[in-house]
């Protein structure tokens, strides 16, 4: 039991459970989002071609976005920045339902979609890593992080089962409405957290206070983003990552004509296997 307990450790900071199952709503939505995009994109082009242009313009924001929002991470409230992420989204799964309910949506509504959950994407992976950092603090990390990482894969499988039979009764609609009020319920239960001071300033921020200078003379954002990209180990890491994309995409592109045309299971079949 005592084991159990360490492996649970990060549990008893205050407000970390509501951050954890904040975080577990958005990995439920992110893979119901995953499984509504390709398979629509599917059925509205008949062509794996299209499924894997909706999934590229979902990823394409990672490119640009993830540093500039590291960076804004370091400035600014990491809990109302995550709250307002979760809102906009919720917003954003509200108008793709009435669009699909009304018929407005076709292949260009899919690529609109998939940009702003890619964008979606970025900001919440980045920031809720720093917040559970904020959290947990440097001791628990590690413990923290990994908890963060199992709440994503645990919740998305079940969000994947759950697409599948809510796609197969109801369509692009029932997955917009649930992803609305996933990104919904995740922002409410963080306006319950308290207040989080930052467990550290952006690296640029320590170094100047440690000589001295004043806090509001943080280096611009694109300033940060060049320190970065001449730091060896992020280069290092970014290839890594971008290897690990490469081939995790490569199989969501093929998933949904293989649960069409091979296995002929249709999206209820896609739900678990994607």
Same mark, same amino acid.
């Given at each position: ?33 995953? /499984?509504?995009?390709?398979? @629509? ?5 008949? *062509?794996?071609? #299209?499924?894997? /242009?909706?999934?590229?313009?979902? =990823?394409?924001?990672? @490119? ?6 590291? *960076? ?39 690529? @609109? ?8 994407? =970025? ?8 917040? =559970? ?25 079940? #969000? ?47 170094? *100047? ?11 611009? /954002? ?23 994309? =490469? ?5 969501e592109a093929l998933a949904p004509?293989?649960?069409?045309? /091979? ?10 296997? #994607?």
């Open positions: 039991m005592s084991s159990v307990s360490e492996l649970l450790r990060s549990f008893r900071h205050p407000g970390f459970g509501l951050v954890w199952s904040s975080i577990c709503l958005n990995g439920w939505s992110s893979h119901v989002s995953t /499984i509504a995009i390709s398979w @629509l994109a599917l059925e509205f082009t008949g *062509s794996p071609v #299209g499924v894997g /242009i909706a999934l590229a313009t979902r =990823v394409l924001p990672r @490119l640009f976005l993830a540093i500039p929002f590291g *960076s804004l991470s370091d400035r600014r409230d990491r809990r109302v920045l995550l709250q307002a992420t979760n809102t906009i989204g919720a917003g954003m799964a509200a108008l793709a339902a009435i669009a699909s309910l009304q018929g407005w949506f076709g292949f260009g509504s899919v690529i @609109l979609v998939a940009t702003f959950v890619g964008v979606f994407d =970025v900001a919440e992976t980045t920031l809720a890593k720093s917040f =559970v950092y904020d959290v947990v603090g440097p001791d628990d990390a590690v413990n923290g992080m990994a908890l963060e990482q199992l709440a994503n894969k645990l919740f998305g499988v079940i #969000g994947g089962v759950t697409t599948g039979i809510v796609m197969s009764l109801w369509g692009g609609v029932g997955a917009f409405v649930m992803m609305s009020i996933a990104y919904g319920c995740s922002a409410f239960l963080l306006m319950l957290m308290p207040r989080v001071a930052p467990t550290a300033g952006s690296f640029r921020e320590v170094a *100047s206070l440690a000589d001295g200078e004043a806090d509001d003379e943080q280096p611009a /954002i694109w300033e940060s983003m060049l320190q970065l990209l001449q730091t060896p180990s992020v280069l290092v890491f970014a290839v890594i990552a971008l290897a690990g994309e =490469v081939f995790a995409y490569s199989h004509s293989f649960a069409r045309d /091979i296995l002929n299971v249709g999206e209820r079949g896609l739900g678990p296997a #994607g």
